[in-house]
């Protein structure tokens, strides 16, 4: 069958192990690294709020994605002439809305809940977060 075809050729494959130099005849080390990317970010929501959270006084949207994925968007507008018809003497202004990404982190991590929090005399709300193993976390995102 296929999959003990498969289990005989590793069985037979052999790995030897090799030193491998660079231009100046130094050995360089061949232990392996790991780089952890995501090439598709999730796509589905499990949480979101809204608020001020990057003091730009503007409303904000935070998500969080699976995987642990948080995203904040601002919800920025502009209304634009409609210069099309020029035939009427009434100029249509069309409203736009759209939301732009501020900032995005991975946690790598299970996120279980989340809250915004504006403490009195707060210019921007703060976040809240729960993860799986029990801990609580408070967000403050400065800038934006």
Same mark, same amino acid.
């Given at each position: 069958?296929?999959?003990?075809? @498969?289990? &005989?050729?590793?069985q037979k494959?052999?790995? $030897?192990?090799f030193d491998? =130099?660079n !231009?100046?005849?130094?050995?360089i080390s =061949? ?7 995501t ?6 929501? %499990?949480?979101?709020? @809204?608020?001020?959270f &990057?003091? %730009?006084?503007? !409303?904000?949207? $935070?998500?969080v994605r ?7 968007y601002?919800?920025?507008s502009? &209304?634009a002439?409609?210069?099309e018809?020029?035939d009427?003497?009434?100029d249509?202004?069309?409203q736009?809305?759209?939301l732009k990404?501020?900032?995005r =982190?991975?946690?790598r991590s ?5 809250e ?7 210019k921007?709300?703060l976040?809240?977060?729960g993860?799986?193993?029990g801990?609580v976390? $408070? ?5 934006g």
């Amino acid at each position: 069958s296929h999959r003990s075809a @498969i289990l &005989t050729f590793y069985q037979k494959a052999k790995f $030897i192990p090799f030193d491998m =130099t660079n !231009q100046n005849g130094k050995n360089i080390s =061949t232990d392996l690294k790991l780089l952890d990317l995501t090439l598709k970010h999730a796509g589905a929501i %499990q949480f979101s709020c @809204i608020g001020d959270f &990057t003091g %730009q006084s503007a !409303q904000e949207v $935070i998500l969080v994605r699976p995987g642990g994925a948080i995203e904040v968007y601002r919800i920025e507008s502009s &209304t634009a002439g409609n210069d099309e018809n020029d035939d009427s003497d009434e100029d249509e202004e069309e409203q736009r809305t759209w939301l732009k990404l501020v900032l995005r =982190t991975e946690t790598r991590s299970t996120l279980r809940c989340m809250e915004t929090v504006r403490l009195s005399g707060e210019k921007r709300d703060l976040v809240l977060i729960g993860s799986d193993s029990g801990t609580v976390s $408070i967000l403050d995102f400065l800038g934006g």
